[in-house]
């Protein structure tokens, strides 16, 4: 059977495009077809066993209570052992389904937006590199697997950002990224290290059912610092608020690294990380607070942010820290299901927008800018579809996919508190709202005079096309098969929808998309104006809140500043002993020379007198070293 | 049963080699390379089996030899490596190999350069495979000599004079051994009474058993060994001579003190340190985690504001061998083992590192940070290694960095917490610094000036596939290194668990 | 009776004239002088030592004559240097000749 095979080497999912990366980065480099060939079987091959996967989930009744689990011993030492594996439990198939599906997609497109470039085979290498640390890390059986493939995510998405190395802006923006990401990591390490001293286990399976002993024996305080640090992580690599900085900045990268890896896949690893720990997380409640109000800001934030940003790409990136924060939302009020469902979708829709973006910035030679776009419609049909399926599927307009996710976040919120569901409503309004404006100024309104736009090549349409019809039915279809039964933490619940809070959500979407049309559409109301009358805010939301100046000064200034102090400590302090040392050792030596007069009779009298000195001492001092001749 | 006598033989080999060069008349350069190549070749290949041949199940001393020299003091030609000096002696023939092809194009005095490139490599390897503490100080003062002269000769003078480097380097070095070699005779005089003195390192690890060191004797001796071994290892404040050191040293020998001559220190730390003063290092532990952590933070701060290559590395160096103490300084076999695993982990890196800038000088002619750019365009070779090195420097997992810093960040944890998040933040500033230069001298626009440089090609590639293979593959695979490694360690574990109980500075000062 | 301390005591004095004109006499010339000065008093002193202390060994009156022809030999070597500086430097006086000084 397929599936049972794909189970048992389910530790191959990772490991193909591993060796994709190791051949083509080696050798295949310059040959441009071999390597996307390679990369791109290799995905094939991976999206079948993924979803064979899938398959032998449903088929063998394995849940997230009963995961299916290969442990291999990685270093073993007196006092420390550490294991690879593969835990397959409902939500990981899901997310090798969706990794493997989004990046087949983004290297099919690829083929078509990268062609020509002289880096081809590098970015073709860079690509199955991500998609190998990636399944790396959605299979983890344990923490230390997770970090290993966290950070090699985290090379990857390095190696991607840079991939223009020549331009300045490309390699700030992905020092930018390890750096944002690695502050982060140094809180999941730390946490890391709490479990390792704690339970003496980092794996999932077991430290599910050690935690909640120790909870009833010990109280919940240490574990919720402990808690607390791993979700630096996620707050790190998921672009949470303050850690969310390098993401608008990482699609200095191309197009499609920005779809697979910005928006639908790597950035989803802290949502996928505290879902996988949720065991964690759900016992501390303060934790879950943490979480939820972090989703919840940083959502409201970003989509504030969005509203007046010109790039569509900057734009895009906003979303998606937007959407994060509701993934991260959802996990806070206890909702895996919402979180997973939003994520799978999210996937979806947000792929299908970067790629669409995409499309449009190859059809006017990396124009950036939305305001110098206009009136695309009409010459690339297929791409202004598949953006107004994905500006609808975010935008949480039934029947398209965002409309049942949000939905089940919303309502999961609702449950909650209603401050949280307040924010996660004003942030649907808004991020309606400037998803719309990108719409309507990219598509309509009259044609730019120098743009000289064109559709899409056919290697870039198929993508837009299974990403839109998934964009589409993507919500609908799980929704009715119950993909809370499968997708959970706890019991399964089937809330189903609630006819209200759908509504009001739906309303104020349509709301926000028709004041949209009214300001960028028809113009009949002029942003300009509205961003005149509130010159603060405007400036506030134009600038980020100020936060990049802020760690930019954290950096240039503060850690700078200490390592100039300290070199000038190590140059004039620690050295100045040394030399010091040195120079008083010269300056004796000078001194001492002095005494040399030349004058042979004063060596003499010197010689002399040290033996009357010798001489007196032995009579007088210490007769006894004469063998008493002298008494 | 006569046994091959390997460690001889790979001690030997490099002297083989430079009688040989000894007698090529100088103009032959190209022969000159070839047979230290070919040395080096010889003598890795053999070290190479000897990792291979070693038994993780035996554990202990391995592959032992033995020849009484100087009975009457107790000296006697002891050979043999274990767990904790095997990894550490093929570090030095990996790395002599690599220096030896990262010298291939220079053209200054060869005959002379390899000659003493051969005998250095020969003391540093003899530190780590004797069994006689006698012989280990005489194999340390070996290594002195040469590293100056090849500083002063073929070094290069930037912020300081190659002159001032060598012999702050030498300084050091000798200053080093002063008090180590006090400590020394501190300990052969104490351990056992007249006439039945040794310099035996087994048999002076038998003696604070045997209660013939008393806890005062222990605590002073074991200080003159931590400031012998402390400022060879760069501990702070005895780190200066580092980065200036290997600033003006040339590419070879940069490779080699920072690689594995270095890495004499934490070895003496561990084989004399912990194993023959076990409560001095107890009684020390916290002061050494103490500097051991302003040695990490510190070096990584002022390795950022650098603007000379080298002296980045320099200090990054230091900053990683503050983790090797604080491995050290835990005491427990988790920590320990991943400072030995960190020695090793580092000394590749680091070699790597200084390989790949020794390359860009010598096509550049600058190591100056605000010049260089761009790079990836004309050396992407380079690049690649560069990328490796620094990579496994910031704790990348997958490169041999990773699980030797995790380790010892688990053992540090355990016994001091505080410190050892003090230590992990040393984490974030290593990607700072690393990310700098990697942006700073990779990426960015091309730069017409750098067209004529050549990336490398060639036997040039040798210390990068050979370095960078090990990165990989020991990343890949940790248990190759830390089953080693945990071999050597194992037979101190009912040694640590004594020491547990033991009082630390602070249960002593106030009993 | 003339004893031990008697000879001891010419001898004493010998050595501390010849001391005195060592270390103040300004010729080089004179400053030799001296020096065989100081070696007779000590010849003096193993040979009354030997005659004293162990009279049925000899050792005191051969190590005696070993210094003479030391004495002997030094002055030789001393001679020619002195004749070679005259040369030289046109001086024989010791407080001229400090060019080894720092």
Not at chain 1, 499 to 510: H, K, N, Q, R, V
Not at chain 1, 588 to 613: C, E, M, N, P
Not at chain 2, 304 to 311: A, G, S
Request: glycine share 10%; aromatic share 12%.
């Amino acid at each position: 059977m397929f599936h049972e095979y794909a189970l048992q080497h389910a530790w191959l999912i990772p490991l193909l495009p591993a060796i994709a990366f190791v051949l083509i980065g080696l050798w295949l480099r310059r040959v441009p077809l071999l390597s996307a060939g390679l990369a791109l079987a290799v995905s094939i091959a991976a999206f079948l066993l993924a979803c064979g996967v899938g398959q032998a989930v449903i088929a063998q009744g394995i849940t997230v209570e009963q995961p299916f689990i290969q442990r291999v011993p990685w270093v073993a030492i007196s006092g420390l052992s550490l294991d690879m594996g593969v835990f397959i439990d409902p939500i990981t198939a899901m997310m090798l389904v969706v990794v493997t599906l989004v990046s087949l997609m983004v290297q099919i497109y690829s083929l078509g937006y990268m062609q020509g470039d002289p880096g081809f085979g590098r970015f073709y290498a860079y690509l199955s590199l991500f998609v190998a640390a990636m399944l790396g890390l959605v299979i983890s059986v344990n923490f230390i697997q997770l970090f290993v493939f966290w950070e090699l995510v985290g090379l990857s998405s390095y190696l991607l950002i840079g991939y223009y190395f020549y331009k300045i802006s490309a390699r700030e923006a992905a020092k930018k990224a390890f750096i944002t990401t690695r502050i982060g990591d140094f809180g999941l390490l730390l946490g890391i290290l709490f479990l390792q001293i704690l339970f003496g286990t980092l794996d999932f399976a077991q430290l599910g059912l050690a935690i909640p002993a120790y909870v009833q024996q010990s109280g919940t305080g240490l574990l919720t610092l402990v808690a607390l640090l791993i979700f630096l992580g996620p707050i790190g690599k998921s672009g949470q608020f303050p850690l969310h900085v390098w993401l608008p900045d990482a699609m200095e990268g191309p197009t499609p690294v920005s779809a697979l890896i910005h928006a639908a896949t790597m950035v989803v690893a802290g949502v996928y990380l505290v879902a996988r720990v949720f065991f964690l997380f759900d016992l501390l409640p303060v934790a879950l607070q943490t979480v939820a109000w972090t989703g919840a800001i940083t959502a409201f934030f970003a989509a504030s942010i969005a509203l007046t940003q010109r790039e569509i790409k900057r734009i895009l990136a906003y979303s998606t820290i937007s959407q994060l924060g509701y993934m991260m939302l959802a996990l806070g009020v206890g909702s895996v299901t919402a979180s997973m469902f939003h994520l799978m979708t999210h996937a979806f829709f947000k792929a299908l927008l970067f790629l669409a973006a995409g499309a449009v910035i190859h059809a006017l030679h990396d124009q950036n800018d939305i305001f110098a776009m206009g009136g695309l419609r009409h010459k690339m049909p297929v791409t202004f579809a598949a953006m107004t399926v994905g500006v609808l599927a975010i935008a949480g307009i039934p029947p398209f996919a965002g409309f049942f996710s949000k939905d089940e976040i919303l309502l999961a919120a609702a449950q909650a508190s209603w401050p949280l569901y307040l924010m996660a409503v004003v942030t649907s309004g808004l991020t309606a709202f400037y998803m719309a404006r990108l719409l309507f100024v990219v598509f309509f309104g009259p044609e730019k005079p120098d743009n000289h736009p064109h559709e899409a090549p056919l290697s870039m349409c198929i993508p837009l096309g299974v990403l839109g019809v998934l964009a589409i039915v993507g919500g609908f279809v799980p929704y009715t098969y119950h993909f809370g039964d499968w997708v959970r933490f706890g019991p399964a619940s089937h809330s189903g929808l609630d006819w209200a809070i759908a509504g009001t959500s739906t309303a104020l979407a349509l709301l926000s998309i028709g004041l949209a049309w009214l300001m960028y559409g028809s113009g009949r109301v002029s942003a300009e104006r509205l961003a005149w009358r509130f010159p603060g805010l405007y400036r506030l939301s134009y600038h980020k809140y100020y936060i990049d100046e802020l760690y930019q000064w954290l950096n240039q200034t503060v850690v700078g500043g200490i390592g100039r102090a300290l070199y000038w400590l190590d140059l004039y302090v620690i050295d100045g002993i040394v030399n010091g040392l040195g120079k008083l050792t010269l300056r004796l030596g000078d001194g001492l020379r002095k005494i040399q007069t030349g004058q042979v009779q004063q060596y003499g009298l010197v010689l002399f007198g040290a033996i009357l000195l010798v001489a007196a001492w032995l009579v007088w001092i210490e007769p006894a070293l004469m063998g008493g001749v002298l008494s | 049963m006569t046994v091959f006598p390997f460690l001889t033989a790979i001690l030997f080999t490099p002297i083989f080699g430079m009688l040989v060069l000894a007698c090529l008349p100088r103009e032959a350069e190209r022969m000159i390379k070839l047979i230290a190549a070919v040395t080096m070749s010889v003598a890795f290949g053999l070290t190479a089996y000897l990792y291979w041949a070693y038994d993780f199940a035996r554990s202990g001393l391995q592959f032992t030899e033995s020849i009484p020299w100087i009975p009457e003091l107790g000296v006697s030609y002891a050979l043999g490596v274990d767990g904790i000096s095997l990894p550490l002696l093929f570090l030095t023939m990996l790395i002599g190999l690599a220096a030896v092809f990262a010298s291939w194009k220079l053209d200054k005095r060869p005959k002379e350069f390899f000659m003493l490139l051969l005998i250095l490599l020969t003391g540093v390897a003899g530190t780590f495979v004797t069994r006689d503490l006698f012989i280990f100080l005489l194999f340390y003062e070996l290594v002195v000599i040469p590293i100056y002269i090849m500083v002063i000769i073929w070094g290069s003078t930037k912020r300081v004079s190659k002159e001032y480097a060598g012999m702050k380097l030498t300084i050091y070095l000798l200053l080093g051994s002063a008090f180590m070699l006090v400590g020394v005779l501190a300990l052969y005089l104490n351990a056992y009474p007249p006439g039945s003195r040794t310099f035996s390192m087994e048999a002076l690890a038998q003696a604070h058993q045997l209660g013939h060191f008393s806890e005062e004797f222990q605590i002073f001796a074991f200080l003159l060994l931590l400031l012998g071994f402390g400022s060879l290892l760069s501990m702070w404040p005895f780190h200066s001579w580092s980065p200036d050191g290997y600033a003006g040293a040339p590419t070879a020998v940069s490779m080699i003190h920072a690689g594995v001559l270095k890495k004499i220190g934490g070895y003496g730390l561990i084989r004399l340190g912990l194993l023959v003063l076990p409560l001095g290092a107890k009684f020390w532990a916290p002061v050494i985690v103490g500097l051991a952590v302003v040695n990490v933070l510190y070096a990584a701060l002022v390795a950022l504001v650098q603007k000379d290559l080298k002296y980045v590395i320099g200090y990054s160096s230091v900053s990683h061998m503050g983790y090797v103490l604080i491995g050290f300084a835990a005491l427990n076999s988790v920590s320990i083992n991943g400072a030995i695993a960190n020695m090793f982990a580092h000394g590749v890196m680091s070699a790597l590192f200084f390989a790949m800038i020794g390359h860009v000088y010598d096509k550049t002619h600058t190591r100056h940070i605000p010049d260089l750019g761009g790079l990836a365009h004309q050396m992407p070779r380079v690049a690649t290694g560069f990328m490796l090195a620094g990579m496994a420097s910031l704790g990348l997992p997958g490169l041999i960095g990773f699980i030797p810093e995790f380790t010892i960040f688990v053992g540090a944890f355990r016994a001091y917490p505080w410190q050892a998040i003090l230590a992990i933040l040393g984490i974030v500033f290593t990607a700072l610094y690393i990310l700098r230069i990697l942006a700073n001298v990779l990426f960015g626009p091309r730069r017409p000036e750098f067209d004529h440089c050549a990336d490398a090609r060639g036997l040039e590639l040798v210390p990068l596939v050979l370095l960078g293979s090990v990165l990989v593959v020991f990343g890949i695979f940790p248990q190759l290194l830390m089953g080693m490694v945990n071999s050597g360690v194992e037979p101190m574990l009912p040694l640590l668990a004594k020491l547990h109980q033991a009082p630390s500075m602070l249960g002593g000062l106030l009993k | 009776m003339i004893g031990l301390v008697h000879y001891l005591t010419v001898g004493t004095l010998l050595f501390v004239i010849g001391l005195y004109g060592l270390l103040t006499k300004r010729n080089i010339v004179a400053v030799l002088m001296c020096i065989e000065l100081m070696l007779n008093a000590v010849n003096i002193n193993l040979i009354a030592f030997s005659r004293f202390i162990t009279p049925e060994l000899a050792t005191g009156q051969v190590f005696s004559l070993f210094t003479i022809t030391v004495a002997a030999c030094e002055v030789t070597v001393g001679l020619a240097l002195v004749f070679r500086v005259y040369h030289d430097r046109d001086t024989v006086l010791a407080d001229r000749l400090n060019w080894l000084r720092w």
